[in-house]
């Protein structure tokens, strides 16, 4: 189960693809029971995940775009520090300042305190829920300097693409929020440094690939999978033959 969870966050497949893959290694299961194991096990892991990442940092960036959800507009609000982490992801209808607000809320609920520095767009409603909410926060609106947020949309709108779109608002919040978890987990941060100077920084930060040895790569992946093993319950599986 949990490998065909793995499958499904971590590359744009679909169900009926997760079914064949599995079995060409021989295991026979419907595309049907794939969903309901991503629908369960997906949210569980994906907060299992999180439980194990440090504190985020203290300055966040926060962006919204639109996607269509049976033809009717929506908006995934999204939240990332500054190392490219996400910390929460929000689907709403709408994107006013109310709507702002309630990620606001939600977020700081999730993170148990304010940032240092608040980073938006120029989206008016921000400014709203910033006074109303975190008025001792510094709150920098401009729209260059919230690249990282954006280029965090990246992969939903790949996936977007390659499911053909999304059909239901509940479990489309509910893939995002798994989604948004899992699959960052297998890939190396967005920094521009060398891992060494990485590593001298913090432990936690991750170098982009193309800056990696192939050795580096491949030992940052078995720490990958090994927490994967851990939070999934299979860490002290027999492997098999």
Known sequence: MSHAVWLYHRFPLSFREVEG???????????????????????????ALRRRRPQAGDKWHLDEVFLKINGVRHYPWRAVDQDGTVLDTLLQSKRDAKAAKRFMAKLMK?????????????LRSYGVAHRELMSSVDHRSHKSLNNRAENSHQPTRQRERAMKGF?????????????SQISPHFRPRRH?????????????FRPRRHLMAAS????????CFTVWNQVTGTADLPAAA
């Open 110 to 122: 999730k993170q148990r305190r304010t940032p240092r520095v608040l980073v938006t767009d120029k």
């Open 192 to 204: 521009r440094m060398t891992a060494t100077a990485l590593s001298q920084i913090s432990p936690h």
């Open 167 to 179: 059909r239901a608002v509940g479990r489309t919040q509910r893939f995002l929020s798994a989604f």
């Open 216 to 223: 580096e790569y491949r030992a940052e992946m078995t720490t």
């Open 21 to 47: 893959l599995l079995l060409a290694r021989g295991i026979t299961v419907s595309h049907e029971a794939i969903r309901r194991w991503c629908d369960r096990f997906g949210p569980r892991y994906a907060a």
